[in-house]
């Protein structure tokens, strides 16, 4: 037996995968493996058990067979390997914030409860799955710019998450203040907000002035951002879509 080899069935007991699971992998050219020993069993290299614990980690992620036989194939050299492995790991933190968000929601519902208090509707959905948003914004931006956004958003960490949340909100309320006071989309007290908000964006994507100005359309013409701006204030959108133009005009290329 070679160093660094490992039987099938030593395989299938380190990774909790069947033998018989392995045996499609190989038959299907997914993780084959590099020789075989007396008696024609299987054997694996760490090469093979570095490319099975990818195959498992984007299973978890939700990611069908052929996608993963695409990824893992272009994943030969070492320096492919290791930039696929950040983005696996990325994603995991990701997954692992959003489950932190989630549980912390189910927690505030039993004290909720508990003490009697109510919470307000958004609140009872914080931390749940968005996937739905993300299949259409996949579909609308392309997946680098997602996946490119989605590991900023894992980098900030929980900590940086909800500093952000908190940014938004206060950007949301002061803009909302603008609209009670009649203040011109072109006022420097509304632009030094939209430049926050710019700033906002730019962790995740840098808008330019097109991509800036379109963007504030969006929030007009899809009723579910509408939404999220009525609740800080009635015409907050399309008060937002004009001040990011004015922005836009002035400051962007």
């Known amino acids: ?17 069947t033998s018989r699971t392995l045996r499609h992998y190989d038959s299907i050219g997914l993780l084959t493996p590099f020789g075989t020993a007396p008696g024609g069993r299987r054997l694996y290299g760490r090469d093979e058990l570095v ?13 069908d067979l052929p996608p993963i036989g695409r990824v893992v194939r272009s994943g030969d050299d070492r320096g492919t390997q290791l930039k696929v492995l950040r983005q696996h790991h990325e994603r995991l933190l990701a997954e692992r914030d959003r489950y932190d968000r989630l549980a912390a929601t189910v927690a505030t519902t039993m004290q909720s409860l ?15 799955d968005n996937s739905e948003y993300e299949v259409e914004a996949r579909e609308r931006w392309g997946t680098e710019a997602v996946d490119r956004g989605t590991s900023a958003w894992a980098r900030l960490g929980a900590g940086g998450q909800d500093a952000h949340h908190a940014e938004a909100t206060a950007i949301g309320e002061s803009l909302a203040a603008c609209v009670a006071d ?10 030094a907000l939209v430049a926050r908000h710019h700033a906002q964006i730019a962790l995740f994507w840098t808008p330019n002035r097109v991509s800036y ?41």
């Open 213 to 253: 100005t379109g963007l504030g359309q969006m929030y007009v013409d899809d009723p579910r951002f509408t939404a999220t701006y009525d609740e800080f204030a009635r015409g907050l959108a399309p008060y937002l879509r004009d001040a990011m133009a004015v922005f836009a005009q002035a400051t962007l290329d």
């Open 114 to 128: 508990d003490g009697g208090r109510t919470m307000t509707a958004k609140d009872l959905y914080a931390g749940f």
């Open 182 to 191: 009649d203040v011109p989309v072109d006022s420097p007290r509304v632009q």
């Open 51 to 63: 490319r099975l614990q990818q195959i498992l980690v984007l299973r978890e992620l939700g990611v």
């Open 1 to 17: 037996m070679l160093d660094d080899a490992w039987t099938i069935g030593e395989v299938a007991r380190l990774s909790g995968v």
